[in-house]
Every structure is written in structure tokens, then in C-alpha cells.
């Protein structure tokens, strides 16, 4: 693994990337040797000077659960990242586009967790019996590294491309509804941009949600009560331009909207 200082160093760039509304170089380009470990453990020093400095951690985010998502960005395993109340936005809201770097939306589910999720050995059953509801969500990607060439350590040192997310529509709880069948339509300005359906989230989008907890629990770590769980993704993400007005369309389930100021 990297030594603590190179860990220490590239958060540090990160941060400053985020606050300062930059991308920086490939990691992968200057620390060839760099392991999805230390991009995990870089990730994990980011969250942890996030809560040092006061912001407040109010769940995760899986990205890359989809073959659509894998297609679209050249990565063929899931990852994941962590979600700050600074970063959630209502239903309806007006972002501002300059807080982000190289910006897209996803559609996607988020469960939210009336009970924790403890791993190994967790499944989709585990995840249902502890689901509050489940709602509708946009996923804004924001890259603070540059976009071509970069690979999965790129990614989840960058927090898995997390810049915030809009919540809205119809929260269900998860036995009222089959999850797999929900689907949307991604409106951009009044322009259907892409759809899907949730069983492209591996085939069903509480099975994202038991892998992330598998995964933390490898790392003595666990999903907790209260926590906000974005699944993933089941469209292509689209690209976001200043004055933007995003919908998307959920059916029984309601719609999402916000718009880039």
C-alpha cells in the first residue's frame, strides 16, 4: 500500500479540489502502484477530516451496479462512496451547476434504513427487513479528477464521483412495490434523455445495497440506522450544462425535478 503521508496528501488534494471547484491530474499517472486499497483508504481519510471539520455524514452511495454504467465509463466492478447532509438537496430545487465539476445526473432508488445492515453474509432479505421506504432519487456526479483515463482507483479516491443528490416523489416501503420494475424517464428541458428500469441495478436494487454492506463489513464497518442508500444507477449518466432543468419521471412513484443555476 501507499505509506500514511501519500494517503495524508492525496485527501488533502482532493479536498482542496473540492472547495476550490478544480479537477486535478490522474492518480493512476503519478502513483502507478496505487491499489483500490489505498484508493479506499484515501477515501476513507477524506470522509474522516469531512467530520473532523464539521459536516455531517447521512449515509452511501454504490455506483457502477449497472451494465449500462460499466458501459458508459470503462469499469466492470461496483464501488462506493459516502454522502454529507451539505451535499442532499429537496425535491424541486435550485443547484448551483459552479459547485461541480464535470456534472451529470443518475436515476436511481435510495433505501432508507429504519434498522443497521451488518456484513458479511448480508442479502437482499437483510436489507428489505431493515428498508424504512425506499424513494426516488437523481444522483449529481461531480469529478474532481479528470475524466479521461482514469480507472476505478481514480474513482473511489474521488468518493465514487459523489456531489449530491435530490430526493423526492413517493416513498414506499419495500414490500408494497416490486423494485425491480420501477422505472423512469430522464427529462432534460423538456426532453426524454433516457430511461430504465431498477432490475438493471443487479437485478434487483436491494442486492447493491447488501454488497455495500458486505464490503464495509470486510472493513469492520457496517450500514446504520437513519442512513440514506443510493443503489445505483439504471440509466446512462447524462450531462448537465448551466440553466438546466432535469425531471425525472418515476410513474407511480412520482417525479423528481431541479434545475442548474
Known amino acids: 500500500?501507499?505509506?500514511?503521508?501519500?494517503?495524508?496528501?492525496?485527501?488533502?488534494?482532493?479536498?482542496?479540489?473540492?472547495?476550490?471547484?478544480?479537477?486535478?491530474?490522474?492518480?493512476?499517472?503519478?502513483?502507478?502502484?496505487?491499489?483500490?486499497?489505498?484508493?479506499?483508504?484515501?477515501?476513507?481519510?477524506?470522509?474522516?477530516?469531512?467530520?473532523?471539520?464539521?459536516?455531517?455524514?447521512?449515509?452511501?452511495?454504490?455506483?457502477?451496479?449497472?451494465?449500462?454504467?460499466?458501459?458508459?465509463?470503462?469499469?466492470?466492478?461496483?464501488?462506493?462512496?459516502?454522502?454529507?447532509?451539505?451535499?442532499?438537496?429537496?425535491?424541486?430545487?435550485?443547484?448551483?451547476?459552479?459547485?461541480?465539476?464535470?456534472?451529470?445526473?443518475?436515476?436511481?432508488?435510495?433505501?432508507?434504513?429504519?434498522?443497521?445492515v451488518d456484513g458479511p453474509g448480508a442479502t437482499i432479505f437483510d436489507v428489505l427487513r431493515a428498508t424504512e421506504y425506499v424513494v426516488p432519487a437523481l444522483e449529481i456526479l461531480s469529478s474532481r479528477i479528470e475524466l479521461p483515463g482514469r480507472t476505478i482507483v481514480d474513482t473511489i479516491s474521488d468518493n465514487a464521483a459523489m456531489g449530491g443528490l435530490v430526493y423526492g416523489g413517493n416513498p414506499v416501503r419495500p414490500n408494497d412495490i416490486d423494485l425491480r420494475w420501477v422505472s423512469a424517464l430522464l427529462y432534460r428541458n423538456e426532453t426524454i434523455e433516457e430511461s430504465g428500469v431498477a432490475a438493471a441495478v443487479l437485478n434487483h436494487p436491494a442486492t447493491g445495497v447488501a454488497w455495500l454492506a458486505n464490503k464495509l463489513g470486510e472493513h469492520g464497518d457496517r450500514l446504520d440506522a437513519g442512513e440514506i442508500v443510493l443503489a445505483g444507477s439504471f440509466t446512462r449518466p447524462l450531462w448537465v450544462e448551466k440553466g438546466d432543468t432535469i425531471l425525472a419521471d418515476y410513474g407511480p412513484m412520482g417525479t423528481i425535478s431541479c434545475r442548474f443555476a
Do not use: C
Open 1 to 116: 500500500m501507499l505509506p500514511p503521508e501519500a494517503i495524508a496528501a492525496i485527501a488533502d488534494e482532493l479536498a482542496a479540489a473540492e472547495r476550490d471547484r478544480r479537477t486535478i491530474p490522474l492518480l493512476t499517472t503519478r502513483y502507478p502502484e496505487m491499489t483500490v486499497a489505498d484508493s479506499y483508504a484515501v477515501q476513507n481519510e477524506w470522509r474522516r477530516r469531512g467530520i473532523a471539520s464539521g459536516r455531517k455524514p447521512v449515509g452511501r452511495k454504490i455506483g457502477l451496479t449497472s451494465k449500462v454504467m460499466q458501459a458508459a465509463t470503462g469499469i466492470t466492478e461496483p464501488d462506493y462512496g459516502a454522502i454529507f447532509a451539505d451535499m442532499v438537496f429537496e425535491n424541486g430545487s435550485v443547484i448551483e451547476h459552479d459547485r461541480f465539476a464535470n456534472v451529470r445526473t443518475e436515476v436511481e432508488l435510495a433505501f432508507v434504513l429504519a434498522a443497521p
